[in-house]
């Protein structure tokens, strides 16, 4: 999965950051990934292959250091808020 910050229109490709899935949930997601990222945060998740993604928006519920060491050095938690559909060409 990837993500990227929402500024409110979808990412270019090169905007989304790579995060490794732990949890998958009809309502949220948990991830980790590199950095640290503030509660509140507004994402858009990019989960599937790059040749037909799903785009998610999410909210940061929380970021914490992996105390277990399981994988990169943050563990975050959303809450998925919405599909975004990318546009089709006409």
């Known amino acids: 999965m990837w993500f990227a910050e929402n500024l409110g229109d ?3 490709s090169e905007a989304f950051e790579p995060g490794e ?3 998958l949930s009809t309502s949220g997601i948990s ?3 590199e950095r640290e990222i503030v509660t509140g ?3 858009i998740l990019k989960l599937g292959n790059e040749a ?3 785009h998610l928006s999410a909210t ?3 970021c914490q250091p992996d105390s277990l060491g399981e994988s990169r050095p943050y563990f975050v938690g959303c809450e998925f808020t919405g599909r975004l559909f990318e546009p089709t060409a006409e």
Do not use: D
């Open 10 to 12: 979808l990412p270019a």
């Open 60 to 62: 940061v519920i929380h």
């Open 52 to 54: 037909n993604p799903i």
């Open 41 to 43: 945060t507004e994402l």
């Open 21 to 23: 899935t732990r949890n």
């Open 31 to 33: 991830f980790f990934c």
